[in-house]
């Protein structure tokens, strides 16, 4: 019985070895090279995207928006004929899994990607720590992977070469949020700082900490609570000791929503709200409903900002109407920033593989080192270490139901409603 | 100010053991009388929210009212999963019941998950967020609040854990479901039908997950996967008090509730650490738990 299993697994072994063996030889021709060709019309052909995103689990919600602008960027790039590689114009496929918002799952399947479906380049998770571990197999395969779904500095410290975000770097955050309330209330003190604790979130938390001090503000808590925690009481009742004038949240949706719930049921009362994720995100004013109002929350990019650019979107406003058109009025009201960050991954895709002429993974990877392009997402520029290099914007829930982007001024579209109004008069 | 502090964070730990009470009270009840690890409870109580969620929704029923009809509908899915699957490995070592709830909690999640969308929910009515100042000065950020919706979950979750008692005790069935409990093959010979009795027996649990499930969905967002935390929760807090009677769960929620808080005060990153820390030195000491006996009674 044993020795049946160990020949099994022997022999799944050695096609294995063979499998990843075959594979550089495999890889240019699933690409598409920029083969001469006597036909001059443009000849057919398909490049195929991978991407392991959590569609079910803690993220899935997330998940779902990288999804979407994946989906909506390979849609309208598909109808106006798709990328152009050398000479010929090639549709775009992208293969999903489901990595149930867990690192492990995710490495694998994108493991799965590279070795079993053969896909020519990928596209990134949801989260910091699915991107941190599917990032390595992208390394070791040396096949770019550009992602709109992590920010934590941990993804890309490692010296990789072939990982590329699109969301600016934790520890930016919530800064902008204290240059916000700054500017409009030099004399603001305090500032409390609830954090998750998975490692995306402290990032954010020790970078806003950090900014907070600079600024001369004084940080009077500062704690973490469990990831998946359903009751946050004491936290709220230990703020609320401190009378802090901001109040700041690091974690995600279903955290900030149970946050605001309880200020609400203790009555604690800060001049401002702001959380790193959550407040730009449809759920979070549905849920809420007028207990949104007045809260803070920051995105890379918001349909208010005024970019432009040459591709198929060209602004903010276009992008917003158009994922509206293909998924419904009522389900994208506010289009959260990791749809747009995750349309920008496959747009600097269309840059790179065009400018390489070929879908080769070490072209395309060294023309998105190169890159610098204005487009509906701003500008799309990397570090060494392939982080954007972009600011964040400061969104306020206003009481009339809408989200106006509210600094910096350049981009705002609305009052910044400040202080908060307290929760008896409201 | 430490006063304040002080008398808030007791009325935090009251409100958390009533809920934690009733989320654990099914899970308690069906691993003390069928000896089954019941990992479908996180996702009853998942469906109870989402009954309330929908009959609140659409129809604009009050959240409150819901329950009774929470508690109905999670009794007939409790009755048809006992008596269609979980019954064919009754007398199947404990493993084989605990795998089978696993594989079921996964296909009612991803079920839901079909069915609702990961959506985030949650249900926000007129009093939402209300709350009684016991004493202090709100406007000042000094003050005990005391929530109503979660005053009103308080009393629903003693209501019905009293209920539960009574019937555990002082009726037929409940003699039925304790006899069984203590040997089914001694209760089947003075005329207990078990088969019956365990599928009532899981019917009730599923049908106090449901009413779990609505209280909670008044007071936090949930999505398809978040039962999950409450079987954990619940399997902590049985351990604790002790299987064996309905006051047992009462008192590990308490435990769990205190332990919860009072980390949650100086460092809520190991509220959960403390809660499973308390679980081993328990299982060390007490393995039958503060409260805990050998069979209901």
Redesign the interface.
């Known amino acids: 019985m044993s020795r049946l299993a160990l020949r099994i697994v022997s022999i799944a072994a050695i096609f294995s070895l063979l499998l990843v063996a075959c594979q550089p030889a495999a890889a240019p021709s699933g690409g598409g090279q920029a083969a001469p060709s006597g036909d001059q019309t443009a000849e057919a052909c398909t490049i195929t995207f991978g991407a392991a995103v959590s569609l079910t689990g803690k993220t899935a919600k997330e998940g779902g928006y990288i999804k979407d602008g994946y989906e909506l960027y390979k849609d309208e790039i598909n109808k106006a004929g798709g990328f152009k590689v050398g000479d010929k114009m090639c549709q775009i496929e992208i293969k999903y899994y489901d990595d149930a918002s867990d690192p492990d799952t995710s490495a694998q399947l994108t493991e799965k990607l590279v070795t079993e479906d053969k896909v020519d380049l990928l596209l990134g998770p949801y989260g910091t720590n699915p991107t941190f571990s599917a990032s390595a197999i992208a390394e070791k395969y040396e096949i770019p992977m550009i992602e709109g779904g992590g920010a934590g500095l941990k993804i890309f410290d490692r010296g990789y070469k072939y990982i590329f975000g699109t969301l600016p770097a934790a520890p930016n955050y919530l800064r902008s949020v204290i240059d916000a309330v700054k500017a409009k209330d030099p004399s603001v003190k305090t500032v409390a700082i609830l954090v998750e604790n998975d490692g995306f979130s402290q990032e954010v938390a020790t970078g806003a900490e950090a900014y907070a001090k600079e600024q001369g503000l004084e940080v009077v808590y500062k704690e973490q609570y469990p990831s998946n925690t359903q009751d946050v009481s004491s936290l709220i009742t230990a703020v609320k000791a401190k009378n802090p004038d901001m109040i700041l949240g690091a974690g995600h949706a279903a955290d900030a929503i149970l946050i605001m719930k309880g200020l609400k049921d203790q009555k604690v009362n800060a001049k401002a709200y702001a959380f790193s994720v959550g407040p730009t995100s449809p759920d979070f004013r549905k849920t809420l409903e007028k207990d949104a109002d007045f809260v803070l929350g920051i995105g890379p990019w918001t349909e208010a900002m005024k970019f432009q650019g040459s591709d198929i979107f060209g602004t903010p406003k276009k992008f917003a109407d158009m994922m509206r058109a293909k998924y419904g009025e009522e389900n994208y009201k506010t289009v959260p920033y990791q749809a747009a960050s995750a349309a920008a991954a496959l747009l600097a895709y269309q840059k790179a593989i065009e400018a390489a002429g070929s879908t080769d993974p070490k072209a395309v990877r060294d023309e998105l080192a190169k890159l610098d392009l204005q487009s509906f997402y701003g500008t799309i520029k990397f570090t060494p270490e392939g982080i954007i290099v972009k600011p964040m914007g400061v969104v306020q829930l206003n009481p009339d139901g809408k989200v106006y982007t509210v600094y910096p001024a350049d981009a705002a579209n609305g009052e910044f409603l400040y202080p908060a109004k307290p929760w008896d008069q409201r | 100010?430490s006063g304040?502090?002080i008398g808030?964070?007791a009325v935090?730990v009251l409100?958390?053991t009533g809920v934690l009470t009733i989320a654990a009270l099914g899970f308690s009840i069906v691993w003390g009388v069928m000896n089954i690890i019941n990992l479908v409870h996180g996702a009853t109580i998942m469906l109870g929210a989402y009954v309330t969620y929908i009959a609140f929704a659409f129809a604009g029923i009050d959240p409150f009212l819901t329950i009774p009809l929470s508690m109905a509908l999670m009794f007939g899915l409790g009755y048809l999963i006992q008596r269609g699957v979980i019954n064919y490995v009754m007398r199947a070592p404990m493993l084989t019941t605990f795998l089978l709830t696993f594989g079921l909690e996964i296909v009612i999640?991803?079920l839901a998950?079909f069915f609702f969308?990961?959506?985030?929910?949650?249900i926000?009515t007129g009093y939402?967020?209300a709350?009684l100042?016991l004493f202090g000065d709100?406007?000042?950020?000094?003050?005990v609040?005391v929530?109503y919706i979660?005053l009103g979950a308080l009393i629903i979750a003693l209501f019905l854990t009293a209920l539960t008692h009574l019937l555990m005790n002082n009726t037929r069935l409940g003699r039925a479901i304790r006899a069984t409990g203590m040997d089914k093959d001694a209760a089947q010979l003075t005329g207990a039908k078990i088969g019956t009795v365990y599928a009532i027996t899981f019917a009730l649990s599923a049908a106090l997950a449901g009413a779990a499930g609505s209280l909670?969905a008044m007071?936090?967002?949930f999505?398809p996967?978040?039962g999950g935390?409450?079987t954990l929760?619940a399997f902590v807090i049985v351990v604790l008090g002790g299987l064996g009677s309905v006051p047992a769960v009462a008192i590990g929620a308490f435990v769990f509730s205190l332990i919860?808080?009072?980390?949650?005060?100086?460092?809520?990153?190991l509220?959960?650490a403390a809660a499973f820390l308390l679980l081993v030195v328990v299982l060390v000491v007490k393995p039958s738990g503060i409260a805990g006996k050998a069979f209901y009674q």
């Open positions: 100010m304040i502090l808030q964070s935090n409100l958390l999640i991803n998950q969308k990961s959506d985030l929910r949650a926000t939402s967020g709350s100042t709100a406007t000042q950020n000094v003050s609040e929530p979660k909670i007071t936090q967002s999505q996967g978040f935390t409450y929760y919860t808080v009072l980390t949650g005060l100086w460092q809520p990153g509220t959960q």
